[in-house]
């Protein structure tokens, strides 16, 4: 055979020349049939030894690019093809890495024991570019169980399908709805792209979920104490996302089984009302219901010891208690003004204090309202308070005192004048004032009429500040903007001083006439003299050239007026009191 050529000369050159020693190993890679692979693809190469290999010795496929240097590849295990007792004919199958790039690549075989390279085979193999990834728009397909499919979409040329059954096609599939996705992970198909003198893509993975509708199951019924919070197992079937609807009124999603936590304030029984998912409206599962025991314990309120108290002072209550208090309880009293239906007696918390043997004290706050009232015993038992009984006795509270000023005013000096002070509480209640600017000394009066009227006459403005308040049930709070002012305006005004010196007026007060006299004035221009009330508002005018003029006031009501006197650019002005 013409491979075994250029032996058979070797072989017969030895003979002419004498004993030949054939103990180094030597090896020829032959041509290789396969000129064109992708990577991880494998090919068959043919080599020819001669000599003798050690144990142990290992024959390995290299590859090398032009210009580039040999590399070992994956080889597996060369088998025997032809021997005799001087050449050796081997094949062995190597594994184009997938990291190769495209081009051209030499091939030769190495060994290891001992160490020998072989020649390079004559042919070179050509490795192809590996095409792109096709495209494709979703990688999750949602179908319901039963409903209609479309074909499976990608972008690309030369596809290749890849069917969880196993079925490899070149045409789309459109994926079946009879039975739903078991797999968490869905049902895989894959799809390649495999371009012109190229090679195959790598896969494109397109998860499908074909749901069912789903159904609900609910597990965890116990027996706990009031306050104990309490895990729910919700199980679904089918694929998520779900909504349900249990018959507490809870609303929720759900992506997978979960736990919901429940708080019941007594025995209940958790119903599945509703679950759905894409696909639609599911029904409840095998356990539909689950159901909470709760031990509430009672607090009965018993009666008091009085029946009326004071606003700030303790209150004490005894009660009885039966069943179990979530641990850190503890006992507090409220409070509530009567009305016609309990059901609707707004209670509010005093502080208090536990003082064993069934015995709770409170004090009931400053700034409670006379009036009769409600009283229990609670336990704040973490999360859900229990509420006790209320007590059969009716507690009537009497108020703190209250007083509040009111009769800021104005007035004229030496006019008598009033102000008031108007109380809260149960009188006869005890107050002082004080004129702020020490015109009156510190005052204090004790009444039982409200409100109370406090009559003055002051000759210049006055504040007056309420001090204290008192009642039978103590001090009232202080409240330090409880003040009024009283603004005196002086009888006589005046404008242009000399002019205003030499003008007299009378009678003040006035009744049915009034006399202006201007004294010592040469009067070279008439007097004008105007009268007008408080709003500016003329009500007669005379002009006169005489030093004295009577004014008649009889059909003018009584009240106070302004008299107004101009001479020339002089003017001069009194407020005159007609009676």
């Known amino acids: 055979m013409p491979r075994y050529t250029w032996w058979l000369c070797c072989l017969l050159c030895g003979l002419l020349s004498g004993p030949v020693g054939w103990s180094q190993g030597l090896i020829t890679t032959e041509s290789i049939s396969t000129t ?25 496929v290299q590859i090398a690019a032009e210009g580039g240097s040999f590399a070992n590849i994956p080889t597996g295990t060369p088998t025997l093809i032809q021997t005799n007792r001087v050449v050796t004919s081997w094949r062995v199958t190597a594994t184009v890495p997938t990291s190769t ?10 060994s290891s024991n001992p160490a020998s390279i072989g020649s390079a085979s004559a042919s070179t193999v050509f490795v192809r570019t590996v095409s792109a990834p096709p495209v494709v728009a979703q990688t999750r397909v949602d179908l319901c169980q039963n409903g209609s499919s479309q074909p499976l979409q990608a972008i690309g040329t030369g596809l290749t399908w890849y069917e969880p059954s196993g079925v490899v096609s070149t045409t789309s599939p459109a994926p079946p709805t009879r039975n739903a996705t078991q797999k968490p992970e869905g049902d895989i198909y894959y799809v390649t792209q495999t371009e012109p003198n190229g090679c195959e893509s790598q896969r494109v993975a397109i998860q499908v979920f074909v749901q069912a509708v789903p159904t609900l199951s609910i597990s965890g019924s116990t027996a706990v104490n009031l306050g104990a919070e309490v895990p729910l197992n919700l199980s679904f ?6 909504q349900f609807r249990l018959s507490n009124g809870l609303v929720g999603t759900a992506t997978k089984d979960t736990i919901i936590v429940v708080l019941p304030e007594q025995t209940t029984t958790y119903q599945v009302v509703e679950v759905s998912n894409r696909c639609g409206t599911g029904s409840p599962g095998n356990n539909a219901s689950a159901t909470v025991t709760v031990n509430v314990p009672t607090i009965t309120t018993l009666a008091l010891t009085t029946t009326s108290l004071c606003a700030g002072t303790e209150l004490s209550a005894r009660f009885l208690s039966n069943g179990s208090f979530t641990p850190g309880s503890t006992f507090r009293l409220q409070v509530a003004g009567v009305v016609a239906d309990s059901a609707r007696a707004v209670f509010a918390e005093i502080p208090s204090r536990y003082d064993g043997d069934g015995l709770v004290t409170g004090r009931l706050p400053d700034t409670l309202r006379s009036g009769p009232y409600w009283v229990r015993v609670i336990a704040t038992n973490p999360k859900v308070p229990v509420k006790g009984s209320l007590s059969p006795t009716t507690v009537t509270i009497r108020a703190l005192p209250t007083a509040t000023l009111t009769g800021n005013q104005q007035t004229f000096e030496g006019q008598p004048v009033s102000f008031s002070i108007v109380f809260t509480g149960e009188g006869p209640w005890t107050f002082t004032y004080r004129d702020t600017a020490a015109t ?29 308040v008192s009642n039978s049930c103590g001090k009232g709070p202080q409240r330090t903007n409880n003040i009024i002012t009283i603004t005196v305006q002086p009888v006589l005004g005046l404008e242009g001083r000399s002019l205003l010196e030499s003008v007299d007026v009378y009678p003040v007060p006035a009744s049915t006439s009034l006399t202006v006299r201007i004294n010592g004035q040469t009067l070279a221009q008439p007097a004008v003299i105007d009268l007008s009330d408080l709003s500016g508002r003329p009500v007669l005018q005379r002009k006169t050239s005489q030093s004295t003029a009577v004014l008649e006031l009889g059909e003018h009501p009584p009240g106070i007026y302004i008299l107004h006197v101009r001479v020339g650019d002089r003017t001069a002005a009194r407020r005159i009191v007609k009676q």
């Open 237 to 242: 079937t089918g694929t998520g996302p779900y």
């Open 36 to 60: 064109s692979v992708c990577p991880a693809a494998t090919i068959e190469v043919p080599f020819i030894t001669t000599g003798a290999f050690n144990s142990g010795n290992a024959f390995t």
């Open 101 to 110: 790039t495209a081009g051209g690549y030499r091939v030769r075989v190495t």
């Open 440 to 468: 009156r000394p510190l005052v204090t009066v004790t009444t039982s009429t409200n409100p109370y009227v406090v009559d003055v006459a002051p000759f210049r403005t006055a504040v007056f500040r309420l001090d204290s």
